[in-house]
């Protein structure tokens, strides 16, 4: 992973340092002044209204992140615990834990292809839909494994559906971000920016949950709130097609 990592930041180095609009390169006074104007624009896009419409399903995409990343692995490790205390090691039942994770990277393929196919073909709101069936799905899913709280088959579709809804969403919100403002730079560095802070404070949280009571509450809250921002953008005022 480290050399990957080392030899995919040295392929930067291959890049042409970017022009202006007007063809010119900048000093190193305009571009510290760029920057400041970067980031000021960045906070003023962050509370403009129009992206405090879609900040909802910003948000909904960290929890999304944080409940895969740090949630998943002790929910299904703590369900081992009463089924397969004697036979299974700790090793063991961390080891299937994260074979169970291999579905959510399917996921994660196969959502976002199909969901944008749909948004092209049929527009829009047929896309938000498809993202609210997944999503509906993936929580009915999420909730069964949860009162099953045993490790098995439900448990594999479970993370698949979870892939499916989550890299739809984000492929919805992508295509928002680059479409639906002026700018084609600041909608993502509001994103990230969003995104990470909400990231880190999720999974904060989530290392508390450990017992089945608490999985129903986080993952419950979850739910209303995932339903809640993916029902109010459809009042968003989408642009039309250029």
């Known amino acids: 992973m480290a050399v990957a990592a080392f030899s995919g930041s040295l392929i930067f180095l291959l890049l042409k ?39 909802p399903l910003i948000i909904w995409t960290a929890l999304s992140a ?3 990343s740090n949630s998943f692995v002790p929910l299904m490790y703590e369900s081992m615990k009463a089924e397969h205390e004697t036979d299974w090691t700790s090793d063991e039942k961390l080891a299937m834990s994260l074979y169970a994770m291999i579905p959510l990277g399917l996921g994660e393929v196969i959502g976002g292809l199909v969901q944008g196919k749909i948004a092209d073909r049929f527009g829009v709101k047929a896309g ?21 709280y045993k490790f098995g088959v439900l448990t594999f579709l479970m993370t698949f ?10 492929n919805f919100i ?10 084609k ?35 419950g809250v979850m739910c209303g709130f995932a339903f809640l ?4 953008i459809f009042c968003f005022k989408f642009k039309g097609k250029e």
């Open 17 to 55: 340092k970017p022009e202006r609009p007007d063809g010119l390169l900048g000093s190193k006074d305009e571009e510290a002044a760029d920057f400041k104007k970067d980031i000021a624009a960045t906070f003023k896009l962050l509370i403009s209204p129009r992206m405090l419409h879609i900040h």
């Open 66 to 68: 944080a409940a895969f």
């Open 128 to 148: 938000l839909v498809f993202i609210l069936v997944l999503t509906a799905v993936a929580f009915g899913a999420v909730f069964g494994t949860i009162a099953q």
């Open 161 to 170: 559906a979870w892939g499916l809804q989550d890299s739809s969403v984000n």
């Open 174 to 183: 992508n295509c928002v971000l680059a479409f639906e403002f002026e700018s």
């Open 185 to 219: 730079v600041t909608p993502f560095s509001v994103n990230k920016f969003s995104q990470s802070l909400f990231v880190f404070a999720f999974i904060i949280v989530a290392s508390y949950i450990n017992t089945q009571a608490r999985f129903y509450i986080y993952f």
């Open 229 to 232: 921002a993916l029902g109010s």
